[in-house]
């Protein structure tokens, strides 16, 4: 038995597409229609560009609706770490690329007027144990003195304040992050 996501059980159904053979030709194909694969195809119909996407299964149906709504900013690693590894200047470059992907987000859903209630929630990293928040003040340090200086650094005495529990040990608060309705979006 196969079980979609949340977003995709309660996203209304996409009604702009055609199922079967195809004739004619096309001056652009995009073949995928995830979020990639949308993005590409919205951009060249913004310029012009008459293109199909041709999907297989549901538009938005696989990896792109069955995420868990996040769009952060960030790095999946850490920050600090990942500047000591391959330098500050690249690890600036990576962060910034997510918060011009959030940003890219943001624009596209302002402007073609899309219901996928966005909302820019932020996100935060929870420190489970008292050595987490040691790494988490690091890092905290690092993305202050150079990419993000809207990161905040919420103590292990505040942590209740921010989530509502004392199960953690604090946390670093990212601002710039979103939560969407994937299904929605992708509809």
Not at 69 to 83: E, I, K, P, S, V
Request: charged share 25%; glycine share 14%; with cysteine.
């Amino acid at each position: 038995m196969k079980l979609d996501s949340y977003w995709l059980d309660t996203a209304p159904p996409f009604l702009d597409g055609q199922q079967g053979p195809l004739e004619g030709g096309a001056e652009v194909v995009v073949i995928g229609g995830g979020f990639t694969g949308l993005s590409a195809a919205l951009e060249l119909g913004r310029r012009g560009i008459p293109v199909t996407v041709l999907e297989a299964g549901r538009i938005a149906g696989e990896a792109s609706g069955r995420n868990g709504g996040q769009c952060n900013t960030g790095l999946a690693h850490d920050y600090a770490a990942l500047a000591e590894r391959i330098g500050a200047d690249k690890a600036r470059d990576f962060y910034r690329a997510y918060e011009n992907a959030v940003a890219t987000v943001a624009s596209i859903v302002s402007e073609e007027k899309i219901d996928c209630d966005f909302f820019r929630g932020g996100k935060i990293k929870l420190a489970a144990k008292p050595q987490h928040f040691d790494k988490l003040a690091r890092t905290y340090d690092s993305l202050v003195r150079n990419v993000d200086p809207e990161v905040e650094l919420i103590p292990p005495e505040r942590i209740r304040e921010e989530v509502g529990s004392d199960g953690f040990y604090g946390g670093l608060v990212q601002r710039n992050g979103a939560q969407m309705h994937m299904g929605k979006f992708g509809v």
